[in-house]
């Protein structure tokens, strides 16, 4: 074991020596302690507004279709966020996540509404510990003075990343189960997740919802992944 501190350790130090904070996404130092929330300039400048218009997903029943909105594309300093949250256990990223959404603004997240974490599979929650969406939606409801909902949980299926729109499809259907809460009725309930990509995963969800009598009027996510290109590589 060595006792040499590593450079971001060092670069840690000293940044809180000086009463300087540390970017949440990507540890340089940056901007002063009364915004510990914030991201540093060069994160901030890595924010790729997703001008692409929301994931539309097709639902039954009287509403049709909801639409998936996500405020970022899924590059430069959004993507490394979810990366973070996702593969290298920082959990606290997902209240930055939420942050964000908040103040992008939402036309799902009327008041009264129910946010609704998409679940994970069991297995991935053994090896991660926990639920990046969950980390993300109880911040989130906080912030947009909305519920929040367990009533959704999956069984395990193979990971939707790598596969065709027609395989994301085939690979989710019949994933979800009821969760430890009943489905709330009678209030408006928007699915919360990190990214999408084809919305397949959540118009799974959206069905189950509303199959057991909830009504679905949204998903919210904090980054769009397109399935065939991302114009911003970085
Ligand atoms: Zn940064």
Not at 6 to 14: D, G, Q, Y
Not at 27 to 41: E, H, I, K, N
Not at 53 to 69: D, N, S, Y
Request: net charge positive; hydrophobic share 40%; proline share 8%.
């Amino acid at each position: 074991m060595s006792f040499i501190p590593s450079a971001s350790t060092l670069v840690s130090r000293i940044a809180s020596l000086v009463a300087f904070r540390i970017c949440p996404v990507c540890g340089r130092p940056s901007g002063f302690r009364d915004a510990p929330d914030a991201l540093c300039a060069w994160c901030m400048a890595r924010l790729y507004p997703n001008g692409h218009p929301a994931v539309a997903v097709p639902l039954p029943g009287e509403r049709g279709r909801i639409l998936a909105e996500s405020p970022f594309l899924h590059a430069g300093s959004a993507r490394d966020l979810v990366l973070g949250l996702k593969y290298r256990g920082r959990r606290g990223l997902g209240r930055i996540a939420a942050g964000l959404m908040a103040e992008a603004g939402s036309g799902a997240a009327v008041a009264g509404c129910i946010l609704v974490p998409m679940p994970l599979c069991p297995s991935r929650i053994g090896e991660r510990g926990y639920n990046q969406a969950s980390e993300i939606a109880f911040p989130l409801a906080r912030l947009l003075g909305a519920g929040i909902s367990d009533c959704l949980s999956r069984v395990d299926r193979p990971p939707q990343a790598g596969l065709q729109a027609v395989e994301r499809r085939e690979n989710v259907r019949g994933t979800f189960r009821r969760g430890r809460e009943p489905v709330p009725e009678g209030a408006p309930l928007v699915l919360v997740d990190d990214v999408v990509t084809t919305g397949s995963t959540l118009e799974e969800a959206a069905r189950f919802l509303t199959g057991a009598g909830g009504d679905v009027a949204g998903a919210l996510t904090l980054t769009y992944r397109p399935e065939f290109r991302v114009d911003i590589i970085d």
